[in-house]
């Protein structure tokens, strides 16, 4: 199911329990857009959270690529006395490229831990509780906020998921361009 579908899906549960609020015999409609509601909440946040590993899982190759690309070149490098314009260019090429690509690694995979306030879903808002207000909260919250709050962290956790997808896809980027420039600066040095 796309999430186009899964989306009218939600906004069809959502008028059902408004409608249904508004007619006799209503509970049990309105009960089960609720359950559903919440449901659909539930996935959403879990693909949300596997879309945010699926990012991290690819940091770790690219950062191993990059760095083994540096490392390469720390190695060749020769005395300052015997740089040439070309090499100096070509290493100037290479080096930028994957300095940029570190440092969005770095920024996408550094983490972010602001989310929603009053969550009772979100790790650090109950780290903050005791483990008796944290129980009592949970048994005063009602289906209407527990859904609320799913909702808070479904949108927090796809910026997240947006951010870190954008900073990969600049440092993959990044990678690419310096690849042909690293290629010809270990071949003009690798000749010398």
């Not at 983490?111 to 790790?123: A, E, I, K, M, N």
């Not at 207000?133 to 709050?149: F, G, N, P």
């Not at 900073?167 to 040095?189: D, E, N, Q, T, Y």
Request: aromatic share 10%; net charge neutral.
């Amino acid at each position: 199911m796309s999430i186009e579908d899964q989306s009218q899906k939600l906004v069809n549960l959502l008028e059902e329990y408004n409608a249904s609020k508004n007619s006799d015999g209503g509970n049990i409609r309105q009960e089960k857009a609720k359950e559903e509601s919440i449901e659909f909440l539930e996935k959403t946040l879990s693909r949300l959270l596997e879309w945010i590993r699926a990012a991290d899982s690819k940091i770790t190759p690219v950062l191993a690529i990059s760095t083994s690309m540096l490392g390469v070149m720390a190695v060749l490098v020769p005395k300052v006395s015997s740089w040439n314009f070309l090499a100096m260019l070509v290493g100037i090429l290479t080096v930028a490229p994957l300095l940029i690509c570190v440092l969005f690694l770095f920024l996408a995979c550094f983490p972010r831990t602001d989310g929603p306030v009053d969550s009772l879903v979100y790790f650090e808002t109950i780290k903050a509780l005791d483990h008796k207000a944290y129980l009592s909260k949970i048994k005063q919250m009602t289906t209407e906020e527990y859904s609320i709050d799913l909702a808070k962290q479904c949108h927090r956790n796809a910026e997240i998921a947006s951010s870190k997808y954008f900073r990969l896809k600049i440092a993959i980027g990044s990678l690419f361009l310096s690849i042909i420039p690293w290629i010809m600066f270990v071949f003009i040095l690798y000749r010398e």
